[in-house]
């Protein structure tokens, strides 16, 4: 049987092979090569920094937000990202991101990731094709339960889903530190390709138990609240960056946060949300250059808490 | 979920977009509804106008107008601009149809009694409510710096609200609570939203109609003390 290839999966197989090189117009990315990690259920690489939508595309039937928005994720694409994440709990952000997709007719560049968000357990897939239908795609790559809401009945109909071809990966997700010990029961027993939890270099609760287990276990991770909801920003951006920020691959508070995040080695990618083109610009920078060590890593969680 | 759980969520938690989505919503109601919005002034006017003469018929047209405008901001603001962002508010726009059936029914079938309240005190309430309902939507100016974000009666459920409270005074107690639950329901829910956006301006609206909504479930007008 013939496989047919997306443009997304050629590029994401040329970088795992290392064949990928800098293309302008296909990957306008802001300088030399994006990292990138390996989703450890299958080994297909994902860039580092991916892009949620929570509280930025639900603009409702707002055209001129609609436009903004649509040059956010034009840019998203352009600086080499793919990973975009949704939720049905976010409003009208599922019909923005469809219509953004039209527009910029980028379905085969988005490695799709979207939530399951009901009590009913039932609704798995009716839900699941209700978000396939906004965004205008064939089929979800990741498929989440998000915070764990009837998450028994959803994540067995994941994996029939999965089994199926339905899904390409399925996952859980939680957010703002909640329910942890659920999650690393699951993770524990259940066989997830992604996990998505808050961590930032404020709340490393995660370090302690989930980042360990899902780098056990195989298990992918997203990082939601990059930021903690851009309160990092209004705390620490009229703070100087150290003066050691550019040994560490830090040009800015943006670049410094996510690879603060991204440098885990048990995290897959990060997924900051923003409603600027410059500020997807900065957020982008932090998928290129360096990567702080393990000793760089622990100076900057110090420089930070002693602001 | 455990209620421990529910207590490490914030308001914000509960809010799917930031104030410029939210604020660009009047913006874009009244781009949309022009030239209408003098409909919405004629409204007020009349009101006004009916408050001063205060006769039977004058408080059945104020009912009926006040029906108009609760079905206008519900079915126009709520439902069709607000709602898609938010959901409570798709539920607050059906709450405001109904209100606007509730009033309708009032201003057909109250058999009001009673004289009507002095000239000189209906002068001042129907100045004062027209005062009021003008300077009102210049909060949401002043809060956006856009003349085009003006919240209008009839158009804004905020100030639609505020302005129907005064109004509700215009029914016994008996039957008035019922009119006012929507009104503390909304005042509850629209404090809580604009203090997690941030908007502080604006902020002030529904703490007002709240205040006034708590007052109004008790308060009643001394009776007149002469016919005209």
Known sequence: MATQ??????????????????????????????????????????????????????????????????????????????????SPMYGSADDVMGEALDTLNAHDQVFAANKIWTSDGGATREQDGASRRKWSIERFDLQQVHNLVAWEPHLETLKQMKADGDIRYLGITTSHGRRH???????????????????NVLD?????RLLPLAKERGIAVIVNRPFQGGSLFRRYQSEPLPGWAAEAGCGNWAEF???????HPAVTCAIPATTKVKHMEENMGAQYGDLPDEQQRRRMADYVAGL | MTGVDWFSYSLSDFLMFGPEVFLRLFVRINQDFWPWQGVAVVMMLLIAGFLVRGDKLAKRAVLLLLAAAWLWSGAGFLLEYYGPINLPATWFGWGFILQAALLTVAALVWPWDGNAARPARRWRAGTGWLAMTGLLPLLMVAQTGNWQAIALFGIAPGVTVAASVPCLLLLPRRVRWLFLLLPLLWSVFSAATLWTLGTRLVFVLPVATLTLTLVSFWFSPRPAQSPD
Do not use: C
């Open chain 1, 5 to 86: 290839w997306t443009r997304r999966q050629f590029m994401a197989a040329l970088a795992a092979t290392g064949l990928s090189v800098p293309m302008p117009g296909l990957m306008a990315a802001p300088g030399g090569k994006a990292i990138t990690r390996p989703i450890p259920s299958s080994g297909e690489s994902l860039p580092v920094i991916g892009m949620g939508t929570w509280r930025t595309f639900n603009v409702g039937g707002d055209q001129h937000l609609v436009r903004e928005r649509t040059e956010v994720l034009k840019t998203f694409f352009e600086s080499g990202g793919t990973l975009v994440d949704s």
């Open chain 1, 181 to 199: 010990r659920d999650l690393a029961q699951i993770m524990e027993q259940e066989p997830l390709d992604f996990v998505q939890l808050t961590y």
């Open chain 1, 204 to 208: 490393r609760e995660a370090e302690q």
């Open chain 1, 257 to 263: 946060f996510l690879k603060f995040i991204v440098s």
